[in-house]
């Protein structure tokens, strides 16, 4: 016995593989499996896809031949040529030169710009703006700063200057 | 003019532009490298620079390298400048007046401290002869101080200290330099010394 009417049936056999595929929404997977139950004909449907899943899940997949693999290759080999046979010779973008060149002028100039030629101990240099810390150049700044302000001040008014203005 | 000629002289307008950009771009990056590199070479033409080891052939002096080398000036000096710019405008307004700043500091042993100082007097004679004027010169036991200026019509051009205690410092500023301004600004970092950059 069976509730379905025939549309009904035709419906849900349509839905079979996307329930294998589990692309049904949640209520209609839900209902797809009471149907089953109740339903001979989509009950025997169903099961027959899932015995053929599990069926095709633990088959090995076939191996191509040898010889069927070799003659596919020697295809597309030959089929490959044929294609740069009748290709016409690639146009070079006129542009593309200048811009590989631009490109080289940028390394080099980069290179010279970023590259310390003062290599001296713990040295901040305008030659390696781009590996110099500006927040250390800024420390020595204010170091340096903070130096002349405590010679000028502290070590003045500390001491007895032997000259001065 | 037919739509397809017109459709031509877009794709080939499109083709070049790209390439005119980088160009352009490349240009200007080769521009402003070159500029940082003829302000690095404009400041050691100025009036208040001083090339101290030259001047007093520190490397002969001193048998070990610097501990510090400083050399603030082109490129960076604007950099640090636009860095203090947000948190501190008064020291980015002091420094965007300066072309440039030079520290040396050697490690001075008390056997050589006659020879240094023997040396930073001869420098200061050289300066002074050079039209620098002194502004500090202190000579005690423990310490020994040496600060002169360069003015010009417009102001101080550069200022160059000389310090010795248990290191020999050797500091050049260049540019429009105020030392009230430095004096107050540098009295806020309170950077002890002998607490080196370094």
Known sequence: ?165 | MSAASIMSSVRTVRAIWPCRLLLVGLTALASAGSAGNVAAQNVRNHPGYVDLAALGNLDDVFSAAPTVEVNVEGALLKLVVEASRTDDPELAELLERLEGLFVRVYPASGASDGRIRDRMRLMGTVLAEDGWQTIVSVSERDQFVRMFARSGVEGILGLVVMSLDDEAVFLNIVGDVDPEQIGRIGSRFRVATGTKPR
């Open chain 1, 1 to 165: 016995m069976t509730v379905l009417s025939q549309h009904e049936r035709e419906w849900w056999l349509e839905r079979v593989d996307a329930a294998l595929d589990g692309e049904l929404a949640a209520v209609d997977h839900e209902r797809f499996l009471e149907l089953t139950e109740i339903d001979p004909l989509l009950a025997d449907e169903w099961a027959l896809a899932l015995a053929m899943r599990q069926t095709l899940a633990s088959e090995e997949a076939p191996a191509c031949p040898a010889r069927v693999h070799a003659g596919i290759e020697a295809h597309v080999r030959a089929s490959l040529r044929g294609e740069r046979r009748d290709r016409p010779a690639r146009r070079v973008a006129p542009w593309r030169g200048l811009v590989a060149a631009a490109l080289v002028m940028l390394v080099v100039v980069l290179t010279l710009q970023l590259a310390p030629n003062n290599p001296g101990p713990a040295t901040t240099s305008t030659t390696g703006v781009a590996n110099a810390s500006v927040s250390r150049a800024t420390q020595d700044v204010q170091w340096a700063l903070a130096f002349v302000s405590h010679v000028g001040r502290d070590v003045v008014s500390d001491r007895n200057p032997e000259g001065g203005q």
